[in-house]
């Protein structure tokens, strides 16, 4: 009886041994946009790491082509409490620098983003993007330079430029020039390994 008790008690609260999470919140570019389903940078990290601790990592991806750090803020209380995740991946801010949005806008999303996860007792973590550079200097200077301000006054976890190893390859970009191929995905999920390893989240 003591045992059968125990399994229903599981069943409707899940598993008390359930593996510690990875949520990526993101854009297009962690969506894996243009790409067969599976195939992004971010399924290819699921199931192939291992935390700190010798569990094996799950990652969710929560990313969604065109999101903003403003999307993305108004959708990360609920992600949270849905799948309590232990890291999250903040990747976000490509599009509000696409669209022109206003940089002091794109700060206080970030921070409350970085905040709301902190709340939660949970680790954020961030990966920055650069912009095309015909957005011409002086706003593609500010792009950087508002995120990395925001990475400093937070003291968050920081990977400063998401696609830095294919940037430089145009034959690794789809037609569009902003969105990278199926070949580019484990370049960038490399990166982002090295990452999370420098981090402390996985070995």
């Not at 971010?42 to 601790?53: H, K, R």
């Not at 995120?147 to 976890?157: C, F, G, L, R, S």
């Not at 990977?159 to 390859?169: C, I």
Request: a negative charge; aromatic letters at 8%.
């Amino acid at each position: 009886m003591a045992l059968r008790i125990i399994f229903l008690w599981l069943c409707f609260t899940g598993s008390a041994f359930a593996n510690p999470t990875l949520l990526v919140l993101g854009d297009s570019l962690s969506a894996g946009y243009g790409l067969p389903a599976g195939q992004s940078w971010v399924d290819q990290l699921d199931g192939q790491l291992t935390t700190v601790s010798g569990d094996q990592l799950v990652v969710l991806n929560a990313s969604i082509s065109g999101d903003t750090s403003g999307g993305g803020l108004s959708r990360l209380p609920g992600l949270l409490a849905r799948h309590q995740p232990d890291w999250v991946l903040i990747a976000l801010g490509a599009n509000d620098g696409l669209r022109g949005l206003p940089l002091d806008g794109l700060a206080t999303n970030l921070t409350d983003m970085i905040g709301l996860v902190r709340a939660e007792g949970k680790t954020p973590l961030y990966a920055g993007i650069e912009l095309p550079r015909n957005y011409g200097g002086p706003y593609t200077r500010a792009f950087r330079a508002t995120q990395d301000q925001v990475a400093e006054k937070t003291a968050v976890p920081y990977l400063p430029f998401l696609l830095e190893p294919v940037a430089l390859d145009i034959t690794l970009f789809q037609d569009d020039g902003l969105h990278p191929t199926a070949e580019a995905q484990p370049l960038i999920a490399r990166h982002v390994v090295n990452f999370l390893q420098s981090a402390g989240v996985v070995k």
